[in-house]
Antibody, heavy 123, light 108 residues
Framework: QVHLQESGPGLVKPSETLSLTCTVS????????WTWLRQPPGKALEWIGF???????KYNPSLKTRVTMSIDTSKNQFSLKMDSLTAADTAVYYC?????????????????WGQGTLVTVSS | DIQMTQSPSSLSASVGDRVTITCRAS??????LNWYQQKSQKAPQVVIH???TLQSGVPSRFSGSGSGTEFNLTISSVQPEDFAIYYC??????????FGQGTRVEVQ
């Protein structure tokens, strides 16, 4: 059973950089798209982007200029950096694995998810 | 970006009721539509993927239907553990993947 766990600071000052790490256990980190999502309090989910096990990345255009993702397959970890934080970035941040199938019907979905970590941007 | 719109935003139901939530996409997404359940203070969990494929371990009272731009999630007989927020999400074409705003299913 694959398990994901986010780690990082719960409080970040405005204009500073957020650094989060997701540790994957119970399975290999290879051959999947490893994803970050977030959910502001009381609001809907937002896809931030993914990093593939090769290091290939894809980001949400709305966040692209501020986001960097990386992966360390030797540690079974992947990471998110987001800079120039504002109060609008206050959210629960989740890491998740994107699964894919082609038979019988093409499909991509997120499973499993980490438990999430609340990041508050405040001075 | 593809916009996902859910209706209603909330509903009240009694145990045993049949509940249906609708999700509409701003353009056709074939069957690239997933449904997630989120309980209070927990991470979302996939319920349905590919519009109608029940995730392993999810009770058969959950079902999904639709293709193109309109989709439904139905709970045939809602149980106490089903009261939660449900989100739809598309995975059509290339990212960004987007979610609906959520539908809260509350106990009446």
């Amino acid at each position: 059973q694959v398990h994901l766990q986010e780690s990082g600071p719960g409080l970040v000052k405005p204009s500073e950089t957020l650094s989060l790490t997701c540790t994957v256990s119970g399975g290999p980190i290879g051959s999947y798209y490893w994803t970050w999502l977030r959910q502001p309090p009381g609001k809907a989910l937002e896809w931030i982007g993914f990093v593939y096990h090769t290091g290939t990345t894809k980001y949400n255009p709305s966040l692209k200029t501020r986001v960097t993702m990386s992966i360390d397959t030797s540690k079974n970890q992947f990471s998110l950096k987001m800079d120039s934080l504002t109060a609008a970035d206050t959210a629960v941040y989740y890491c998740a694995r994107e699964r894919e199938q082609w038979i019988p019907i093409p499909s991509r979905w997120f499973d499993p998810w980490g438990q999430g970590t609340l990041v508050t941007v405040s001075s | 970006d593809i916009q996902m719109t859910q209706s209603p935003s909330s509903l009240s139901a009694s145990v045993g009721d049949r509940v249906t939530i609708t999700c509409r996409a701003s353009q056709t997404i074939n069957k690239y539509l997933n449904w997630y359940q989120q309980k209070s203070q927990k991470a979302p969990q996939v319920v349905i993927h590919a519009a109608s494929t029940l995730q392993s371990g999810v009770p058969s009272r959950f079902s999904g239907s639709g293709s193109g731009t309109e989709f439904n999630l139905t709970i045939s007989s809602v149980q106490p553990e089903d009261f939660a927020i449900y989100y739809c999400q598309h995975s059509y074409g290339t990212p960004p993947w987007t979610f609906g705003q959520g539908t809260r299913v509350e106990v009446q």
